[in-house]
């Protein structure tokens, strides 16, 4: 079993007679990362949808509930594929006790997606700024979280497209993940001419008098600056 597993590590392949042969190619990243169904969330949740995509724009602490763990795998498992352009499942913890160390180290964490099976975790506001019930279909923003998550025209346009992408038949999750993609790539597009080189000439920070001079509705301006603290783009 050591020899197989060093020559998967070391070649990317491992032949026996009994097995036949494994092609570690044949098991891309990208695969696993479509494993879960987009479709099936948006047809869940339908526009609140939009409230998931947001949080993880932004970073936040999303917590999932279902007394199933399976269910709380597959989802939470999902959820990143709604910023595909990040490409980071590191974010998900599918299965959190709430025990001590476990939630220290949890909350270590800048954001996550934690799942749970256990519904007390719905009485520790201090683990989330998102809370899914799975079980229930409901999407809870906590009271602390409301003035970076508040949603305008924006979200609304964003919603509306997620929707529409994933209520079409004829399109495949790829299909649908990719158009939600396309308009996050446009997010950013709309957020790149506030922004300037930093004084060390590192990376590129938030001109903020820009971003208001552009006199954005009051939620899409509060979006895009949050999103910029996100993106580590605030002058520090």
Request: net charge negative; charged share 25%.
């Amino acid at each position: 079993m050591m020899e197989s597993y060093i020559a998967v590590l070391t070649k990317g392949v491992c032949q026996s007679e009994e097995n036949g042969s494994f092609l570690s190619k044949d098991f891309g990243a990208r695969k696993a990362y479509l494993a879960g169904s987009v479709k099936d969330i948006v047809s869940q949740f339908g526009m609140e949808t939009v409230i998931l995509h947001t949080a993880l724009m932004l970073k936040k602490r999303i917590v999932v509930y279902h007394p199933k763990i399976e269910a709380v795998q597959e989802f939470t498992r999902t959820l990143p594929a709604l910023v595909w352009h990040r490409q980071d499942w590191t974010i998900v913890h599918s299965y959190v006790h709430l025990d001590a160390d476990e939630l220290e180290a949890l909350q270590m964490c800048t954001g996550y997606v934690a799942g749970f099976v256990d519904l007390d975790v719905s009485h520790r506001p201090d683990l989330y700024d998102v809370f899914v019930n799975l079980a229930d279909s409901e999407i809870t923003i906590a009271p602390l979280a409301k003035e970076s998550m508040t949603m305008g025209k924006l979200h609304k346009e964003i919603g509306q497209l997620i929707v529409q992408s994933a209520e079409d038949p004829e399109k495949s999750d790829s299909q649908v993940i990719q158009d939600i993609s396309l308009k996050t790539k446009e997010i950013f597009a709309n957020l790149a001419p506030f922004s300037e080189v930093s004084g060390d000439g590192e990376k590129r920070v938030l001109n903020l008098e820009a971003l208001k001079q552009r006199r954005f509705p009051p939620a899409t301006e509060n979006f895009l600056y949050h999103l910029a603290a996100a993106e580590q783009m605030l002058k520090i």
